[in-house]
């Protein structure tokens, strides 16, 4: 099966012109091209230039052959973003083994058994993962670096003792001068090869192993250059990656693409809560956002809404002489709230909130969606800000296709289906899985509802799984009601589910405005009872809410901020 769907890619235009290019090779060529520019930071710490980079890459390559790691073996890495972990990361693809990105997220049960599933020869993890593992539950394991220093932490081969050792020892042999450019050589890689398997984080419970060639890490970094970094990014440019590495959204267009194009790369090390977001976005100016809607939505509560929500700012707004002044004045006070230097602000995981997302289009700020899954490595869909549609998430990105399954996929909703370039192999040692999403034809089938309008801008309406049926048979989708209430009165967050055939509004409410505010758990009560009557009023009858019920603390989530619908049905 996984053979049939990447002959099929291998058979797309694209492929019928010209084969495609060795990714490894790109890694290497940028590196040579931006030798003395820096690379990556860690936020308020140290930072690399790509010379440095490409050092410490030659040091792990070191640190493999000593310890008999093979082309195609498996490395495991889990920990927070830094620069070491990139380090770690590009070593392993540029070395020809397969990388295998773990959440830190994960439990420590979870980062055991991908360990064990994988097949990982190696872990690298981070200095608060470490902590929590157990060894004796991953016996397949022949050693543990630790990411911040690269030492060895479990060696069970004496091998890799070895080898750790006399690192700087076998450096200095290879190179007895020093290490130049002409140094810099990777394994070159054939577009089927493997070089990840990515675990899904999943709003399931369940993850599985995503097989992505290195024809999927090469077509999604072509598409996003061309749709948005030539003309648009100029080489050289900051970015601050704030989502977790180990996610396919974060590592290709924080990471992997930034690099590649020579950009500096700042990694937020610390917990990324929205004031420390926003501090890092003044103190570094990025050229480009890239975000999950959770910390743009509350930074524009947080940091813009109080400034302009007030009986001043409405009153000239609706004076149509200076109207127009006012909005670009907002406009720019926004921008600086984000650095003041972006291009664009890419929101990605989930649908933006549309009263945040009406603010932005309302003063003309540069805001876009994308849409794509881990199985596509991740990207799908993707349009520049001028082109953005409200509502929607872009259109078809290069080197895929894209088709809604529905008789009129222009009013209808219907599964998303893709196929193309950034399609997986499947998933690793679960062919069933795979039959079950990936077709005879090659489409994979995203399990995502949409509709796509004319020109060809894509829609979501929600997951298939969480659509609801109401008493006479209509499609409830919970996403598009929670959307509206999480806009209303002291509503921090909400998750629709259904009990007994009635729809129920859990409600984690916005608790620092409750505090400041003083209201009494009656006076919550009374306010989400008002909000239930105004949101009713916008609804049809078949997707009006019984009750709303309060909810004392957050609701759990996955890395990418998507809330874990089962634990709560």
Known sequence: MCRNVCNFAQNLKY?????????????EESIIKFWDRDAFTDYKGATLQYHDVARKIEKVHILFEACGVKVGDKIALCGRNSSNWAVAFLATLTYGAVAVPIQHEFTSEQVHNIVNHSGAKLLFVGDVVS???DARMMPGLEGIVYIPDFSVTLARTEKLVYAREHLNELYGKRFPKYFRKEHVHYYRDHSDDLAMINYTSGTTGFSKGV?????????????????????????GSNVLSILPMAHMYGLMVEFIIEFCWGNHIYFLNRLPSPTTIAQAYSDIHPSVIVAVPLIIEKIVRKKIFPLIQNT??????????????????????????FGGNMYEIIVGGAALNKEIEQFFTSIGFPITIGYGTTETGPMISYSDWHDFEPGSCGTVIEHMELRVASDDPAHVPGE?????LNVMDGYYKNEQATKAVIDDEGWFHTGDLGTMDQTGHLFINGRIKNMLLGDN?????????????????????????????????LVHPDMEEVRSLGFSDADLE????QNRKELNAQLPAFCRLAQIQLHDQEFEKTPKKSIKRYLYQ
């Open 15 to 27: 492929c019928a012109m010209q084969p495609i290019p060795s990714f490894n090779q790109i890694i």
């Open 131 to 133: 902590t929590q593992l």
């Open 211 to 235: 097989m992505l060639p290195y024809r999927v890490m090469w077509s999604n970094w072509d598409g996003l250059k061309h749709a948005f970094l030539e003309g648009h990014i100029p080489s």
């Open 312 to 337: 001043r700012m409405k009153l000239l707004m609706s004076m149509p002489v200076v109207r127009e002044k006012i909005r670009e004045r907002i406009c720019e006070m926004t921008r600086q709230v």
């Open 416 to 420: 998303i289906l893709c196929r193309g």
């Open 473 to 505: 048979g209509q499609n409830i989708y919970p996403e598009e009601i929670e959307n509206k209430l999480n806009s209303m009165a002291m509503v921090g967050e909400s998750l629709i589910i259904q009990r007994d055939n009635k729809l129920i509004g």
């Open 526 to 529: 009374a306010i989400m009872e």
